[in-house]
């Protein structure tokens, strides 16, 4: 949806959201990915983005992200920046812009910006000079675009390029997750047979209906049958506002146990975005156990994160 | 001081029609050029515009506007008459505050300002009632919630219960604040989908519910402002068909913007109440059509750049758009969903009956056939997502008594 996303030669300037992707330009990212997870197998450097400087800017903390984030950079050579903003000036008062125009100053070619607010990589995007790329890696409800595309990465490789076949369902709290989002949207790009959205209503609204998925308050009913199922963090305060009464509640009518999985495809593959709250969300049995693929999506993680990064700073894989 | 017009169409508010092109002296001043001989061709001469809602940021934000800098942009575009919301910081609810304010807009000498005066006091919040007797006396025309809408029923009932005694006209901003929360977009289809925090249609319908029926308790005169929701509308009408003494308004953005023009995260569009379905903006128009909505008005809330110079969220809220409020009404009278007898009852004559005052200004708006981008702003608002349309009409002369 975004107009600022790709350049009108189609080339993939920043990555917003997934809005906008046409199904062969996400598996285009995901064959790179592929290819420079197979040429990293040694955990060797590629000199793909060499005197290209990368800043993360996390707005929020989330050392699990912008870890894979930045090794993801200095994999392909480039010099990375990290600005702890979080506790750094924007508490002093200083506005974004003031800190986006410093940084432009230092010439830097990509920000991977996360922030609390939704919008807000759309809003560095809008705002940055022209050349430098935004990478989003989160803002607020609204997208984790990475997120998305490797966890469709970790689906494609285990059912197949074909989704149209699949039975997907996605668990929780769906109201404030941006991996919910761009889960959805990279779903149903790449036409997804079946997508099946659960949770309690006050986490998930009528208007998710919207998104061509059918909506479901019963797990045991949503789970049946289901190829791939992705359960999302349950943030501990959602207790406060009174939109659940409890962890305890909430783990008897949608965590994820042993039993439960078995109304599921018996390959039915488990995912989650991490980090997980075992025993609310999902029992630790099926976080470790054999339908899990939750360890390989942190692996593929780096490989899609490089992939974008050298898609968007226009770089060209050498062939071997 | 006279004023003649040559060849000018006259807008005649009882009958709702422009006459044929005239030639005609009144004993009014050309207030913004001072020439007395007006050359009127392809010229439409209106009724002067009273808009109820139109905050000036003063005292408390003079860096997003003036008194002076708005009451001559509101003059300007034939704006001849504001009601200024007690929201200004300190807020109007005491007689210094509501001295202050008068006086800078006497020496301003632009669009005359009518404060509205606060109910409750600020900084006893849900407590006690402001000195509404002592406010109206030393000039409110009116008192009301606007800006900080009364959560309390106990308080609230009292308050109208008071400014009925008084014979006030109380003017209420339906807004359950617990429902609205930290919401910044309509709660449906788009903010669903852009991750913004939704404010439920309920949030107004509630609170609105909740005004209705207080107003029928207490009897008072109560005008509601800034509707945005279809099911609004028809609790209005239903209210107006029981008897009950109300009037009620809707903003221009409301009727020219719904939740689909968020896509994007203009942060122009980030208004409260929020911008809602594209349903509720067609019964909106129906309900101005109808008669329903009695008033538009441009609710006009200028700010500084950076206050928009955020995500979505985090802007704040509100749109600079009086210098072209007229402007815009025509458009909507050009583009059939509004007549121009009925935009101009909805911008003159009912909000001056529901103010209980008269217009006796003219304005004098030049209606090419092509429309062209305007490049004077008068406003320091820099938050106005119209900066760059192109828009009929181009207000000529104000004439003054």
Known sequence: ?320 | MSSKLTGVQVFDARSGKLSAAVDLELALRPRLHGVEQINGHACYLLPGLVDLAVRLREPGNSHKGSIRSETNAALRAGVCHVLLPPDTSPGIDSTAVLELVLERARVAGAARVYPMAALTRAGAPDESLSEMAALLHAGAIAVGDVGRPIQNPQLMRRALQYAATLDATVHLQPTERALADEGCAHDGRVAARLGLPGIPELAETLALARILMLVEDSGVRAHVGRISSARSVQMIAAAKQRGLPITCDVSIAHLLFCELDLIGFDANMHVLPPLRAQHDRDALLDGVRSGVIDVIVSDHQPHDRDAKLAPFPEAEPGISCIDVFLSLGLKLVQEGHLSLARWMDAVSTAPAQVLGIAVPERVLVAVHAERVPKTSWLSKGANSPFLHWSLPGEVREVLVP
């Open chain 1, 1 to 320: 949806m975004s107009r600022l996303q790709f350049a009108p030669d189609g080339q993939l300037r920043h990555l917003l959201s997934i809005d906008g992707f046409k199904p062969a330009q996400i598996h285009a990212l995901l064959d790179r990915a592929e290819g420079l997870r197979s040429s990293t197998g040694g955990a060797r450097k590629l000199p793909l983005l060499r005197g290209k400087t990368v800043v993360s800017l996390f707005f929020e903390n989330s050392t699990r992200t912008r870890t894979t984030f930045e090794l993801a950079a200095s994999r392909l050579s480039a010099d990375v920046v990290t600005l702890d903003v979080a506790s750094s000036s924007t508490k002093k008062g200083e506005s974004l812009l003031d800190t986006l125009a410093a940084l432009e100053a230092m010439n830097c070619d990509l920000f991977v910006v996360r922030h609390a607010a939704s919008g807000a990589a759309e809003f560095f995007a809008r705002h940055a000079a022209a050349g430098v790329s935004v990478l989003n890696a989160g803002d607020g409800r609204h997208a984790h675009p990475t997120q998305a595309l490797l966890d469709m990465f970790t689906i494609r490789q285990h059912k197949g390029a074909d989704f149209g076949q699949l039975r997907v369902a996605i668990v929780g709290d769906l109201l404030h997750s941006r991996v919910a989002r761009s889960d959805i949207q990279a779903l149903s790009v790449l036409g997804v047979g079946e997508l099946r959205l659960v949770g309690p209503r006050a986490l998930l609204p009528d208007a998710f209906a919207d998104f061509g998925a059918s909506l479901y308050g019963d797990l045991d009913l949503a789970l049946k049958d289901c190829d791939v199922v992705i359960m999302l963090r349950l943030q501990r305060e959602r207790m406060r506002g009174a939109f659940l009464p409890s962890e305890g509640e909430y783990y008897r009518r949608y965590g994820l146990s042993e039993s439960r999985l078995k109304l599921a495809k018996p390959d039915c593959i488990v995912m989650h975005p991490g980090p997980m709250n075992r025993g609310v969300e999902i029992a630790s049995s099926v976080a470790d156990g054999p339908n899990s693929v939750i360890q390989e999506q942190v692996s593929n993680g780096l490989a899609v994160r490089m992939a974008v990064m050298a898609t968007v700073l226009g770089a060209r894989t050498v062939q071997p």
